[in-house]
């Protein structure tokens, strides 16, 4: 019988080192074994003894059974997960494939390290867009009906959330982010602002400031983090640089 | 005339060193000023020179508007903010008092520094419930009316989103927290996970595991992070540890 090993599903930000906490880099440096999607594990210091075991993108359930039958086995583990790895990234596969899986497995000692997502990169970079009352929704229908993420969209603008929305097209889906933005045009002012923010934190980072009316959902791709405002999030014009984007932490009450 | 100033919004996550990013340490290390609540500002390393502004808590414009004011004045601030600055924390407010205040504070330097918010910490500690579509609400009525809360409660129940809930009880509104588990109990199955998160990082850390059924709303305080799970969240019981809390990152065709 093998010593209890462990498994940590580490969250590196969305890109830069500046993002990855000290509790992060701590059990990536002391696992015995690294496992995730290759350009993740690019990202990281070469640790001697190390191993590593690099996965091809999608196939998280497979990727959680592969680190927990590692740490059954009792290896200690470092699963490296992009943004958070609670908000739309591996720990719920991780947890999925506990659910589903060996007996044994639910004994394993298993944590989630959190990191920044990626909607709170994108809202640093302009302001403080989500400084108030907002949802999260992922417009992939991979794994959810696509009419539940039409009730939700439509739910949220009556509610008069922030909206960040995840996974907003794939080569896959190249329409569904036409379809969210043409339900959201009919739900809210046309003045409404929205950020296109790809790759924040990367070389190739982007961000655009628009209305809903003038955005082009086109140019959203894999690595875009959309971030649509309520009907009081307001941006502040500057004379030279990029306006602030924020949301009141108050809303007035009517009369 | 002085030479230009800077402010940085620093997220110190909601507890805990190991949570503080290398951005945040490094834009707390290099500042002339920090400015803070008290507390938070008892938490950081003295260095050589620095000059340290503390405050009460509450007052947030007024914090801002002395932050912006040293920045503005040529200095290099960080306005040191618990969890993620974006998230009802400083950012909105400094953002608020920039729209409202001197029209050159629109030319200063300002940066919002990003860090791991209270639900995230909560939800790493006891699997993943943020694992898919979810809402983050405040619960204060101190700056919106309260009937927008409720219609916010009602409208995400119908969304079945996870719904995060942030301020959910302070001396002065100890019974909004009641009134919100009567109407998510009016709109939600018996059976839905719950989790109190009191202190998550910090020496009186306390988390519970129960139902909107058995939940006691009466233990929710100032420092207390609650997460209500959708109609998809789990829970996996185990032999010793706390059970793991989970939401799939999927949702089944309905038939």
Redo the contacts between chains.
Sequence with gaps: MSTPGSLRIVGL?PG????????AS?FIAHATDLVGYAPYLKRLPLTKGQKRHQSGNGA?VERARHALGLAGDGRHVALVSGG?????AM??????A??EGEPRW??ID????????AM??A???I????????????LSD????WP?VE??LA??A????VIALYNPASVARPRRIHDAFALLRGLKPASTPVVFARAVGREDEHISIVTLAGADPSIAGMSTLIIVGSSET?I?????PTP?V??????K??R
């Design positions: 930000g830069g080192d500046a993002w990855i906490t000290p509790e701590c998280e958070d790895p609670g908000i739309f720990a719920a596969a991780v947890f999925e506990i659910d639910r004994d298993v944590a989630v390290i959190p990191g920044i997502s709170q990169a809202a640093a970079r302001g403080a867009p989500l400084g108030h009352d907002f949802c999260a929704i992922s991979n794994l959810k009906p539940l009730k939700r739910l949220a009556s509610a008069d959330f307001r502040i014009p500057r004379a030279g602030f924020y949301t009141p932490r108050g809303v009450v009517p």
